[in-house]
């Protein structure tokens, strides 16, 4: 069973910046969109960026130029490089990595932006 490991997250200032990563424990194949969610204590996941097999990349309306989303095709790993952090950004971030066949979820990597 291919697994989801994501690493990257931690306690930052605001303003402060932090890259998660995202990469499988094994291979997958038939990869159509790679993106990442997040959830903030009492709310329900939200959609934060995603990119397709052909490059196409969308945000979140807020995030857009505070958060950048890339990857590895060759390794199947997704980055998720976030600027300028807020309070608010504080939730566990989830990627999500979506095949013809079925989606496979990270456990979540906790972020934490504060003073």
């Known amino acids: 069973q291919v697994q989801l490991v994501e690493s990257g997250g931690g306690l930052v200032q605001p303003g402060g910046s932090l890259t998660l990563s995202c990469a499988p424990s094994?291979?997958?194949?038939?990869?159509?969109?790679m993106a990442w969610y997040r959830q903030a204590p009492g709310n329900e996941r939200e959609f934060v960026a995603r990119?397709?097999?052909?490059?196409?990349?969308d945000y979140k309306d807020s995030l857009q130029g505070r958060f950048t989303i890339s990857r590895n095709r060759a390794m199947n790993q997704v980055y998720l490089r976030m600027n300028a952090l807020k309070p608010e950004d504080t939730a566990v971030y989830y990627c999500?990595?979506?095949?013809?066949?079925?989606?496979?979820w990270g456990q979540g990597t906790q972020v934490t932006v504060s003073s």
């Open positions: 999500l990595i979506k095949t013809a066949w079925r989606d496979y």
């Open positions: 094994g291979s997958i194949s038939g990869i159509t969109n």
């Open positions: 990119i397709t097999g052909s490059s196409h990349i």
